[in-house]
């Protein structure tokens, strides 16, 4: 796939494992943002969410579980490395209600 920003995809791509094994460490400094955010959208039963930036999965499969079986939420993200933790992290858990997308 072609990127508008080739210098930031090749950057994330060498960055992926990196992040990932990090992963949890970084998610002590930003999680609370995201899960205040999170609290604040009107995250009901059915509703569909983009999760733009979504690294390995962690914030999709939270939001997954916020719209249940019914809603769907797609993560987006720069780095194919990324995209495939999130999509093992989701088959992993049974989370039928994700996609990914680069």
């Known amino acids: 796939m072609a990127f508008a920003n080739t210098e930031q995809a090749e950057f994330w791509e060498r960055r992926a494992p990196e992040w990932l ?16 955010a999170m609290d604040r959208l009107d995250l009901r039963s059915g509703r569909r969410v983009v999760d733009l930036g979504c690294g390995g999965g ?42 990914g997308h680069a």
């Open 21 to 36: 094994e990090l992963e949890s460490r970084l998610e002590q400094f930003g999680g609370l943002p995201g899960e205040l």
């Open 58 to 99: 962690r914030t999709t499969l939270e939001l997954a579980a916020r719209v249940g079986p019914g809603g769907e939420v797609v993560g987006v993200d720069i780095s194919a490395g990324m995209l495939a933790a999130g999509r093992e992290r989701a088959a992993r858990l049974g989370a039928g209600n994700v996609t």
